[in-house]
């Protein structure tokens, strides 16, 4: 699964909003979480165990998508 649906999904199911999930990582708007759940942006290292724990999920479970996105591109760009 990919980082950006792992992130909506588990913020859904945890009954939080953008806004709550932000405060929670520290930033002081949505833009950045609603970013992240569009694939626009990725999670930085530091930040992991902070979303994981946020979202109840291990953070195994993030560096996972991430590999997932990673993987997706390089063959997608590979395929060019």
Do not use: C, W
Request: charged share 30%; net charge positive.
């Amino acid at each position: 699964m990919h980082l950006a649906r792992v992130i909506k999904e588990n913020r859904i199911k945890v009954g939080l909003t953008q806004k709550q999930l932000a405060k929670k990582l520290g930033y002081k708007t949505v833009v950045f979480i609603s970013r992240l759940e569009n694939g626009q942006y990725g999670i930085i290292p530091s930040k992991v165990k902070k979303l994981a724990k946020a979202l109840g999920i291990s953070p195994e479970h993030i560096a996972q998508a991430r590999v997932n996105d990673f993987e997706e591109k390089y063959y997608r760009d590979a395929r060019i």
